[in-house]
Structure formats: C-alpha cells, structure tokens
C-alpha cells in the first residue's frame, strides 16, 4: 500500500470509496482552527516515501485552501514522494477575464499557488467557460471528470420523458451531452447578468414538449439566482414541477429559500460538494481520474 489519502473535507462517504478503490491507506491527522482563525494541522500517518492523495472540496475556498495548501507542504516536508489533489469542486474558475480594468483574474492566481505545491489534480467538471482546458492555467498535470454520464444514469432511472433546459450558453456543454446520452430534447436560454444576484433568463419555448417532465441544468448553483430565474418561467407555462439539476450545489446563503420561492419541487447534486441534495455520486469516475494521474509519479 504505497497510498495514503487524507481527508481535509469532502462528501460522506467519498474518502472510504476512493481509498478502498485505490487499496489506499486512510490518513489520521488534526486539523482545527485556534481561537484567532488560523489552523493547526498536524499529520498522525506518516507521508515519507508514500504517494500522498489530498481530498478536499475547495467550496468555500478561502476558508479551505490554506489548510490543504499546509497539508500539501507538510507532506512534502516529511518526504513524501508525491502529492496528488482529488478536488470533486474546484473554485475560482468563474474570474476568468479581467471584465474591469483593475480586477484580479483570480483562476490564474488560484491555478499558480495550486500548481506550486502539488504533483497532479483530479477535479469534477471544472467551469471551463474562457478555457479550453485547465492546462491554460494550471502547470500540472490534471484531470477533469465529466459528471454527465452520472447525471444521464440518474435522469434515466429517475425521470420519465424529460425535457432538459439549461439556463445559459455555458450550461450547453452538459445539457448536450446528458440529453444525447438518454435521447432527450433540450433547449438553451440566454442569460443577462448585471450582479452577483440579480440574473434574468429568455422564457423557455416549451410548447412542443407538452407531456415531458422539464429538467433544469446547470454545472453550479451558487446563489440559486440563475436556476431560479429559469424556474420561474417554466412554473409559469402549467407543466408538471420541474426537477432541477447541478453538478455542484453550493447553496450559497439563502439560495434554497429563493429556489423554493421560485417553484422548486425536486433538487439533485454531484456528491462534489456535500449537501442534502447529493443522490449522484462521483467515486467511479474520479477513481479512474486519480488511478491514471497517480501511477505517472
Ligand atoms: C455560470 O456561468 C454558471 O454556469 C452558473 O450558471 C452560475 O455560476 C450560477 O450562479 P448563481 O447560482 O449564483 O446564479
């Protein structure tokens, strides 16, 4: 067992699915914060001469990267011989341009501290919206898993004749790629956003689709105001409650009040970043991710 995978935060269950899978060893530490913010960490199982696997959603990034970015120094410190992130959520991949003169493109600042400390990243559907892929900002190696295929099985086995409706022109690349694998139709929306909350939608043409079930996609529901945006419309046109769908929830502050006042019945989520919501689960994929980037070192 040359593995061992500590657990800096993730789903229930995850870090014992993947290490399992990978014949891991499960890490012992301490990590806690002391009374003025800052964290104490401290590693019982010893990294030397191991193959060090990270696993921490990076959700709430400024709260959780200090602590794995410690960890993944500490590790090297005390000789391990590789230091690898699973990150089911990856953050900062939305500030990809400078939209005002002055502000931080904080992908490329996050990707170079990121890069500095670690071997390799496994990541779920990072939001590659700018990007063509990670390797434009990331200097190592790195995988990106596509959630698609779960969300397909899931809608398949879940959702009688849906429609599926992505809210923006960024949503395409997963509402294309779930409605071909279950042979769906799908529409996209165009979005106008003018702040952190406040987004307005294009109405759904949904009259073709009388009888379907719609399902509302998207990679991320931050503040909700996208999906709820969406919602509200397709609640307005006298279909059945529509399902709504994220790879990542993030339910930022009262993101579920707002989903809920916008006509939310049914919300489900990619095991990336863990919630009440979580029916997918993401191990299989991110074991064949982590199972390829791990063995190249
Ligand atoms: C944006 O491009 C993403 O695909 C999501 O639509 C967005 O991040 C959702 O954010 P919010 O829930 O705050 O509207």
């Known amino acids: 067992m040359t ?21 891991a060893q499960a890490g012992a530490l301490e990590l806690r914060r002391f009374p003025d913010g800052e964290c104490y960490l401290r590693l019982d199982t010893p990294p030397a001469g191991r193959d060090v696997l990270l696993l921490c959603t990076l959700d709430r990034p400024d709260l959780k990267s200090l602590p794995m970015l410690f960890a993944a120094a500490t590790c090297r410190e005390l000789g391990a011989r590789s230091v690898g992130l699973v990150a089911p959520y990856l953050a900062y991949m939305r500030q990809d341009i400078r939209f005002r003169p002055g502000e931080a493109v904080t992908s490329r600042h996050y990707a170079k501290m990121l890069s500095a400390e670690l071997d390799w990243l496994v990541t779920v559907d990072p939001h590659l919206h700018r990007y063509d892929s990670l390797d434009e900002i990331y200097s190592i190696p790195s ?71 719609p399902v509302l996609l998207d990679d991320i529901v931050s503040t909700g105001g996208t999906m709820a945006a969406a919602l509200s419309h397709v609640c307005g046109q006298g279909f059945v409650s529509p399902v709504c769908m994220a790879v990542h929830g993030i339910f930022a502050g009262d993101a579920e009040t707002a989903l809920k006042a916008a006509g939310m019945g049914r919300i489900v989520t990619c095991n990336t970043v863990a919630h009440a919501s979580n029916e997918i689960c993401v191990a299989a994929p991110l074991i064949d991710a982590i199972r390829e980037l791990s063995v190249r070192h």
Do not use: F
């Open 3 to 23: 593995h061992v995978l500590y657990d800096l935060g993730a789903a229930p269950g995850l870090a014992g699915k993947l290490a399992d899978a990978l014949d």
């Open 143 to 213: 995988r990106s898993v596509a959630a698609a295929p779960a969300l397909a099985a899931w809608l398949s086995a879940h959702v009688v004749s849906p429609v599926l409706i992505g809210p923006d022109a960024e949503s395409s690349q997963w509402v294309a790629d779930v409605a071909s694998a279950i042979n769906a139709p799908w529409l996209i929306l165009e979005k106008r956003r003018s702040g952190d909350r406040e987004v307005e939608v294009s109405v759904p043409q949904l009259d073709l689709h009388r009888g379907r079930t």
